[in-house]
């Protein structure tokens, strides 16, 4: 394998890690022990629908993400800026109303929260999206739930609204993440739209790796330990290059580098096929009552019907933790369900359970601000959540810049080299 770097991992960061190289004139090589690019993101084909592997959005306000992606060859189909919250059996439609200005008598009336809530909106807002990142995640930090505690919000809209909202985000029912993360993720929600690609979030990380020069990614590789520039897969065989970049995940990461990685939340998704969706719209249905198993339900093929063959609709329900047995939650989630939306929900079918314990990197404090490429030793980098703090933005950013620096040191090694033979 002819490389000047040899990159661990074909998720978004070593993708963009290998583009920012690849513009540079150098050669990157990736290896990935799956047989397809993007990590954590992955859609499955299945009886013509496309299957998301867990809950996931791209959030169009990401600055990396804009600057990266063709949001027009993704044909981005966007959620309902706001959600369908279910409280006092029945829905509530909450939405935010500087986009949707037309809503805030709606929303007003609204039992989610107290009016004066609805007001302390406007304050969470303007913290959000005052200072640039740098000074967001140099902030004094707690806690989501303490933050919104500080700013006077009642448990009547922490329970009904934030909880099932961003808890959903973050993978964490209790809102124990910090709230430099917190404001970071309402930043993205009150800037951009939330969207899935009309195809399914794999198209996301295919759209970076169809950049690359062919043969760039080798497939079913796994990587056993690193050397000095040098990857020992587990099959034995060795590959060197001028530089070495662990890209993979959390674990992985800590496992060939020989650190503690950080502990993760996990999360449990079911798709199932429906004769017909349960509400209209592009809207994430919540759950606000604080009981049952479900935090929430969309409906894929509502935003774009290539999720879903014709005829058919697509319905993913999502929860909390990864340790459930998938026929006892199948059966607790149908029951919590037809009380939502009535006996049809026992004539949907189960298409897939995907629990996934490694979902999301715990966020509790402290989170702290990409502050760089990480450089561990000579010819060592290392990009991705290990080095980042987590999410589609960060990932590409921590590999832009990691491909960035890198090339600019191999540059420069390769100016001191010539000029020390030139000395000679």
């Not at 629908?49 to 063709?70: K, N, S």
Request: hydrophobic letters at 40%.
């Amino acid at each position: 394998m002819d490389a000047d770097v040899i990159i661990i991992g074909a998720g978004l960061s070593g993708l963009a890690c290998a583009l920012r190289l690849q513009q540079a004139g150098l050669r990157p090589q990736i290896i990935e022990a799956a047989e397809r690019p993007g990590g954590r993101i992955a859609t499955d084909k299945r009886e013509g629908f496309r299957l998301d592997r867990g809950f996931q959005v791209l959030q169009t306000w990401y600055p990396r993400a804009r600057e990266m992606l063709d949001y027009d060859e993704l044909d981005l189909r966007p959620f309902y800026p706001g959600a369908l919250v279910r409280v006092d059996d029945r829905f509530h439609r909450v939405s935010d109303i500087w986009r949707q200005p037309a809503r805030l008598p709606e929303m007003l009336r609204s039992p989610i929260g107290t009016t004066a809530d609805k007001l302390r909106l406007l304050k969470l807002r303007r913290r959000a999206l005052s200072g640039d990142l740098q000074d967001l995640y140099t902030r004094p930090e707690t806690t989501a739930l303490k933050r919104l505690r500080e700013l006077g919000f009642s448990e009547r809209m922490i329970e009904r609204f934030f909880k099932p909202f961003f808890a959903g985000v973050f993978f964490e029912p209790e809102l124990n993440v910090s709230s430099r993360t917190f404001e970071f993720v309402f930043r993205a929600f009150a800037l951009g739209d939330t969207a899935l690609p009309a195809h399914g979030m794999e198209q996301i990380p295919l759209q970076l790796a169809a950049r690359l020069v062919p043969e760039t990614i080798h497939y079913g590789l796994r990587a056993d330990r690193i050397l000095p520039r040098q990857v020992i897969l587990e099959d034995g065989t060795r590959l060197q290059g001028r530089a070495v970049v662990v890209a993979t995940d959390g674990e992985q990461a800590g496992r060939l580098l020989g650190v503690e990685s950080r502990p993760t939340r996990g999360t449990t998704c079911l798709h199932f096929a429906a004769p017909q969706a349960p509400f209209e719209g592009p809207y994430l249905a919540l759950n606000g009552t604080g009981s049952g198993p479900v935090n929430s339900v969309l409906c894929p093929s509502n935003l774009s019907a290539d999720y879903a063959p014709p005829n058919e609709s697509l319905v993913t329900v999502n929860v909390f933790g990864a340790e459930h047995n998938p026929d006892a939650l199948e059966t607790a989630i149908r029951k919590q369900l037809v009380g939502w939306f009535g006996a049809v929900v026992q004539r949907w079918r189960r298409l897939a359970v995907y629990r996934l314990p490694n979902a999301l990197p715990a966020q509790t404090p402290p989170v702290t601000p990409l502050s760089g490429p990480l450089r561990l030793q000579e010819g060592l980098w290392v990009c991705g959540e290990h080095a980042a703090p987590p999410s589609i933005h960060w990932a590409l950013a921590s590999g832009c810049d990691t491909g960035a620096a890198l090339a600019a040191t191999l540059r420069a090694d390769g100016r001191g080299a010539r000029n020390a033979s030139t000395a000679r």
